[in-house]
Every structure is written in structure tokens, then in C-alpha cells.
């Protein structure tokens, strides 16, 4: 579904991305953990088209994301992606928040980009919640929206950067539970996160990054159990404690 | 004191106040949307839109607007063979000008939206337009509110000096009644006042829009 080849970035000087390889099949939740800095972030970007590479391929579902006759925006209706700080329009309500791409771009009607909506907010459990604004939601409900929001275009992807590290600790389940719905689902997932729990209970694969590098894999047992490098053992034990 | 003269010109005087109100208001909303498209390129990453937008935002910037009057009422007729007429070059002059610093508004405005809306908007395959229109720019503008009221005032204050191509605006006025019947305390106690009470409802209306703000 997604295959990412020799991937490298600079900004300016500063190579953020070094040679990443990584496959991603179909069905897959893949975990990314490493070190603040390290570029997963701007991964997850460069497999959208937000951020331009300068050397390598990415081919999502087929298509080549550098192409430059790749219609990004037709791409990126393909892959879903929820931010840690939320991103929800604040001037929306939380129903208009996940009607607004559907409409536009896939120029449903309001009243079936509304149904829809519904839908998916009954989905992440919080359906009395649609006419709402993001202000008057609790950290881990905004959170859940955001994930109807992607999830309202059908993208065949979800993207997730670090979804619960801006959350209260009794919220994180909450957002955790509709993740791991979603990949048990079927979704094709890839998620920067520290949720070894998460990791351990989903995740196919699990990829520690340090400095623009994937410098170990690992299915999670064996990336738990005797990871090769010192630096994700030294990570490891940090997060896990 | 003789205020009498008020009433007496009351309707030329009134005519004059029309022309200045219709002036500014023309004036705002050209300068507005002309300021948003500028605004919009000074923030483009495409240097073909970029350099030319700063190169406009700067241009203007640093002329008074009294040259940039002048300009467009002698140097358009030049160009296109023909008058404009004072109202007509007064509009163009003001327009040109006053989107220069909206622009300056409008791109604080948008600089004050986090990038990662824009991602949000952009994640969900929604273009660059449907972002700025749907996203970015709604929450800009309650943002620019404030300063965009306060260009408003400048804007009504700043018309008086099309006086200088002829144009009869309210303080024009004032001045050839002046010159009719000699009663320059009268009058111009007179345009200050009319000046400061529409003056006074904008400054007002923008404390009241801003309080709104924080209180939100
Ligand atoms: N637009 C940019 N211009 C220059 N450098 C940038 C830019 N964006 C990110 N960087 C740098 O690239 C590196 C990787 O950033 P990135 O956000 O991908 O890291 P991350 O692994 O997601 O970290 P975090 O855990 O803090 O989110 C960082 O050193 C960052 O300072
Ligand atoms: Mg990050």
C-alpha cells in the first residue's frame, strides 16, 4: 500500500530524512517511535505531499507521490491524518468540521454529508457532541472528532502523529480504543506514537527513528524483547520504565 | 458666532458629506479585496506572485497619499488618452493606495492562523482556495476586525484630500462656503465635529468588536 524507498530530506543543510526505507501492505498498522527530532513528522508529511523530498520514491497505493503529475490532492483525500494538537476548526461545530471536505471536495450534499457524519460520530462515541465547537470539547472528544473528520473522506490510509501525547492520561484510552478499532477494522495504519501498549496490541511492525534514520524494526515482540541497538534500548527504557 | 451659516449650506454642505461617505465606503471595499489578493501573494511561495505583491505593498507604502493622488489624476490621462473625470481618478487613487495597507492587515491576519490548519484543510484534499476561503480565512478576519475598523476611520479622514484634484468632498465644501460668506470659525468647528462623530463610531464600534473577541 505504501512503499517508501530511499527516502532523504534537507532542509537547507540539515538532512532530516536519511535513506528511510519502509513497506507498509495493506490491512498493516505500523508503529513509529524515536526520539523528539528525529523526523517523523516530517515522514508522515512527505508520504501526503505536504512536504516535498529531495531524493527517493514514496508510491502510495500505486501512485508516486513526487510525480509532479501526481494529483496530490486527490492523493491526500486517500490518506487520513490526525495531528496531535487537533487541528479542529474552531469557528465549525464538530459536525461541520467533518462535513466541510466530504462537501467540498466530494461535493456531497449537506444532508448526506451530514448522515455520514452522524455516522462517524456514533462511531468514535460521541454523536450528542455534533453541534458542538472544538472549544467546548474535552481534549480526548476533539480528538475523536479529528478522527471522524479523516475518516469522513474514506481514505484507504490513517495517518496518526503523536494523537494522545497532548491528552490528559485518563483521555488517552479513549482515543486509543477507537485506533485500535480502526486497525482491527482493516484500516492501513501508521502511527507515530509512544503507546507501547498500543503498539503491543496492534501493530504488525514497529520502527524506532533517531536522527532522520530508521535504525530498528521489528515485529513487537522481537522489538521489545532484544532490540539490537543501544540507542532504542536506551529509548525504550525511558518510555516504558 | 453666527451658526447660522450651517443651515444656511446645509444641503451643499450635506452633498459634500455624500460625496466623502461614498468616497471612503468605494475606497474601503476596493482596497479590501485588492488588499486580500495582495495580502494572499505576499504569503505565496511562488516567487512570480511574491515579488511582485511586495514589490506593490512596499511601492505604495512609502509614497504620501497626496502624491499618489496627483499621480493618477495627471498621469492616467496620459496613458489612456483621455480624462478620467476627478471622482473616477480619486477612486483608482485611493483604491491602489489604501491596498497596500490592508494588505499588510490581511497577511498579519492569515500569519495568525497556525500552519497546521492549513495541513488539516490540505490533509483532507482540500485546495488552496477552499482552505484560505473555508479555514484560514474566516478565523483571519475575526482577527483583522480591529485593525481593518481602524483603517476605516483613516480611510474616511484621508478622502478630504482629494480636495487637491478639485474633487468637492465635505471639507472642499466647507472651504467655498468659507470663502462666500467669511465665517471660518463657524465652518470649521463644524467639519471637526462631523469629522469626529463618524470618527467616534468607528473607534467605537472596533473597542465593542474587540471586547467581543476576548470575551469569546
Ligand atoms: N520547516 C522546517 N524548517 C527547518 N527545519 C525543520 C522544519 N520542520 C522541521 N524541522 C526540523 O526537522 C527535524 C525533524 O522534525 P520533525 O518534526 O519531523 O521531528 P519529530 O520526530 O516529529 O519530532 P517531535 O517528536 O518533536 O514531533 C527537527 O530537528 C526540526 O527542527
Ligand atoms: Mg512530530
Known sequence: MIQIKNVSKWYGDFQVLRDVNEEVKQGQTVVVCGPSGSGKSTLLRCINGLEP???????????????????????RTEIGMVFQRFELYPHMTALQNITLAPMKV????????????????????????????????????QQRVAIARSLAMEPKIMMFDEPTSAL???????????????????????????????????????IFMDEGSIIERGTD????????????????????? | MDLAVIPRNLHFLLGGLVLTLELAAISLLGGFLLGILMGLGRLSSRKWIYYPATLYINFFRSLPLILVIFWFYFMVPFIIGRPLGDFLSAIIA???????????????????????QVMAGYSTGLGYYETMRNIVLPQALKNMVPPIVTQCVIIFQDTSLAYVIGLKEFLRRIYLVDSRELRSVELYLFA???????CSIGTITSRRLEKRQIGR
Open chain 2, 192 to 198: 471637526g465635529f462631523v469629522y469626529l462623530v463618524f
Open chain 1, 168 to 206: 490528559d492520561p485518563e483521555m488517552i484510552k479513549e482515543v486509543l480504543d477507537v485506533m485500535v478499532d480502526l486497525s482491527t477494522g482493516g484500516m492501513t495504519m501508521i502511527v507515530v506514537t509512544h503507546e507501547m501498549g498500543f503498539a503491543r496490541e496492534v501493530a504488525e511492525e514497529i
Open chain 2, 94 to 116: 485611493f483604491i491602489a493606495f489604501e491596498a497596500a495597507y490592508f494588505a499588510e492587515i490581511v497577511r498579519a491576519g492569515i500569519q495568525s492562523i497556525p500552519q497546521g
Open chain 1, 221 to 241: 515482540i522481537s522489538f521489545f524483547q532484544n532490540p539490537k541497538s543501544p540507542r532504542t534500548k536506551d529509548f525504550l527504557d525511558k518510555i516504558l520504565m
Open chain 1, 53 to 75: 523530498f529531495q531524493h527517493g520514491e514514496i508510491i502510495v497505493d500505486g501512485v508516486s507521490v513526487s510525480d509532479p503529475a501526481t494529483n496530490l490532492y486527490r492523493l
Open chain 1, 106 to 141: 466530494r461535493k456531497k450534499s449537506r444532508r448526506e454529508a451530514a448522515d455520514h457524519a452522524m455516522k462517524l460520530l456514533e462511531r468514535v462515541g460521541i454523536p450528542e457532541k455534533a453541534h458542538e465547537h472544538p472549544a467546548n470539547l474535552s481534549g480526548g472528544q
